[in-house]
């Protein structure tokens, strides 16, 4: 991000009402500014090169390009001549657009609900410009289940087989990142704190040689027979 404090959001919809209420939304918080809005993929594109958001928020179904599109074109760049890499944040309905999934293999960070909190959706910009993912946590599970079966990847082949370096804690902590589960989630489950179960997801991301959870719910949705655990 530039020397400015705030994380610039570029808001990507085609509903004009809907841009109006994220850019109010956003704009409450100091540290946040939406430096544009765009109601298709390609001006989102456009835009993007242009203003250099450190995250863009991106809808799906709309005209000329499609926000998948938009996304791989975005996360491939070119970028602003200071660098900037734009972090994609899609959001959705509840009732889970088919396309989430092939949005976040195409390079989004994650994805929120379009009716979540907005302190939510401000934390959830906030992460994601930090260089972490976000998922909705109470859609995850539902997504992979609904669009994740298929043929794996060659991706998702290289993280089932670094997988056998997780210690078996680490591979109880993988399990539940890849069913969608949030840290605190987690920790109830596993009955231990948050904060280690940071810690163990951060040394997940760095044994599977992934960037983000996100790899590891896509890797694991694709139904591939666990590997055994290295003692």
């Known amino acids: 991000m530039s020397g400015d404090p705030r994380i ?42 242009r203003l250099g958001p450190d995250v863009v928020l991106m809808d799906i179904r709309m005209p000329v390009m499609d926000g998948i599109e938009a996304t791989r074109r975005i996360v491939a760049g070119p970028h602003k001549a200071s660098g900037n890499r734009p972090r994609v944040l899609i959001l959705t309905t509840y009732d889970l ?6 949005a976040l293999s195409s390079g989004a960070s994650g994805f929120l609900l379009k009716d979540a909190p907005s302190e939510r959706l ?13 998922l909705a946590p109470e859609a995850t599970a539902r997504m992979v289940d609904a669009f994740g079966p298929g043929r794996p990847t060659a991706q998702d082949r290289r993280v089932h087989a670094a997988a056998r370096h997780l ?19 987690i920790a109830h489950r596993l009955q231990i704190s948050r904060y280690t179960v940071k810690a163990h997801v951060s040394s997940i991301l760095a044994k599977l040689g992934v960037p983000d959870r996100i790899q590891v719910v896509l890797a694991w949705s694709r139904r591939i027979s666990p590997p055994r655990v290295e003692q």
């Open 8 to 49: 610039r959001v570029l808001i990507s919809d085609d509903e004009r009402l809907l841009r109006e209420a994220l850019t109010r939304l956003v704009t409450v918080a100091s540290d946040l500014e939406v430096v544009g809005t765009a109601a298709n993929g390609a001006d989102a594109v456009a835009a993007s090169i």
């Open 97 to 102: 657009d088919s396309y989430v999934y092939a």
């Open 122 to 134: 401000r934390d959830g910009i906030r992460v994601v410009a930090s260089g972490h993912a976000v």
């Open 167 to 185: 210690s078996q804690r680490e591979r109880e902590v993988c399990d539940l990142v890849g069913e969608g589960l949030s840290n605190d989630e």
